[in-house]
DNA sequence: GTCTATAATATGATAGAC
DNA sequence: GTCTATCATATTATAGAC
C-alpha cells in the first residue's frame, strides 16, 4: 500500500495551479511552489521527480481533463448555441474567477522563439477550444470563415480582458466582455 | 564632458525591451540583459544603479515617451474617426511586429496581487489608450458608455490576439484582429 | 511520503582597475 | 563608461534519516 500523502493530489495541483497563475512560469520558484503546496522542496521532487517544467506538464493535464470532461461536452453536445454559449461564459467566469485569475495558458506560454512540452499542450487546448467554438458558431448560422473568426474573438477577448483588466486592476472589464461573449459567435456582424 | 559610451541611450533601450517583451520580468535575468545589450552586468548596474526594476521603468517610460509623441496625438487631433483608426491599426502592427512580438504592458506587469513602480506606469498608459480611444468612438457618434465598452474591446483584442496567437502560434489571428479593429470604435453594434 | 542537510549553480549586486 | 573579480544570496537538485 503506498504511504500516506500529507497533501492529495487534487489539493496539490489546485495549489500549484494558483501559484502559476499568480506569478507565471519563470516568476515561480520550486520553494514558492513548496510554500504555496504545504510541503518541502524535496517532497514536491518527490512527487514531481523532474522538477518545475513536469510540474507545469501536470498542471496543464489536470486543465485539460477539466475542460474535456465539463466543457467540450457541452460545447460539442446537442443543446441549442445560445445555451451553451451561457453556460461556455458562466463557466470561464468561474474558472478566471469573475477576471481576478489569469489563465494557465497565457502564464505558462514559453517564452517567444522557444518551445517545450508546455507550449505543445497550451497550443492543443487553445486548438481544441477553436475548433468547438468554431462548431457552435457553424451551428449558429455561420459560413466556414464566420464561424472561424468569431471562434478565434472569443479566445481572443476572453484573453484580452485578463490581460487589460489586471493592467488597470478593473474586474469590471473583464465582466463587460462576458456579457457580450456569446453574441460574438451567435450573431457576429461582418465588418462593414 | 562625459565618456564614450558603448551603446547610445535608445540602442541600449531597445535591446532591453525586445529581451523584457520576448521573456517577460521574472524571465529576464541581469546576465540575460547584459547579453542582449552587449554589455557587461558592471556596466547595466553602471547606466542603471537600481538593477532591473530601474531597467523595466525606463524601457517603460521609453514606450510611453513613444505613444506621446506619435500616437496620442493623432488620436486627440482633428483628422476624421476613420482615418485615426487607421492609424492607429498600423501603428499597433508596428509595434508589435505583425503579432510576432508580445506587449511590453503586459510582460512586465507585476504579479496578481502584488504592486510595483511598473504596475502603475502600465496602469497610466492602458488608462491614457482607453481615454484616448474612447473619445474616438464618441467622435464617431457613440454614447458614452458604448465609447468606453468600444475602447476597452479594442485593448483587449490586442492583447489578447497577442497572447493567442502566441500560444497557437499564428500570426494570422493577429491579422485578423488588426482588420476588424477600426471598425470596433466606428461601428460597434450593441448586442441584441 | 516527508523531512533536514547539503551541494552545485545562477543571480543580484558591489569594489576597484583601466 | 567599461571591464574583471568577487561576494552574498537564491535556486535547482540530490542524499539519506525517519
Known amino acids: 500500500m503506498a504511504k500516506l500523502r500529507k497533501v492529495e493530489d487534487d ?13 507565471g512560469f519563470e516568476g515561480a520558484s520550486m ?12 517532497s514536491l521532487y518527490h512527487r514531481f521527480p523532474e522538477g ?7 498542471v496543464l493535464k489536470h486543465t ?3 475542460l474535456d470532461a465539463e466543457v467540450f461536452p457541452v460545447l460539442d453536445g446537442n443543446l441549442p448555441p445560445a445555451q451553451k454559449m451561457d453556460f461556455f461564459a458562466s463557466a470561464m467566469s468561474q474558472i478566471y474567477l469573475h477576471g481576478a485569475e489569469s489563465c494557465l495558458l497565457n502564464m505558462l506560454s514559453p517564452p517567444r522563439g522557444q518551445t517545450n512540452s508546455c507550449g505543445d499542450a497550451i497550443a492543443a487546448t487553445f486548438r481544441q477550444l477553436l475548433a468547438s467554438l468554431t462548431n457552435v458558431a457553424k451551428q449558429s448560422g455561420a ?4 464561424a472561424q473568426v468569431r471562434a478565434e474573438q472569443v479566445l481572443i477577448e476572453l ?15 473583464f ?15 461582418d465588418p462593414i
Chains 1, 2 share one sequence.
Open 11 to 23: 489539493v496539490l495541483i489546485e495549489r500549484l495551479s494558483k501559484k502559476f497563475k499568480d506569478v
Open 159 to 173: 484573453q484580452g480582458a485578463l490581460v487589460v483588466s489586471r493592467g488597470v486592476a478593473d474586474l469590471a472589464i
Open 52 to 58: 518545475k517544467e513536469q510540474i507545469a506538464e501536470e
Open 31 to 42: 520553494a514558492m511552489l513548496s510554500d504555496a503546496a504545504g510541503l518541502t522542496k524535496s
Open 64 to 66: 485539460r481533463r477539466y
Open 175 to 189: 465582466k463587460r466582455m462576458l456579457a457580450r461573449l456569446p453574441n460574438i459567435i451567435l450573431h457576429n456582424r
Open 143 to 146: 459560413t466556414a470563415d464566420a
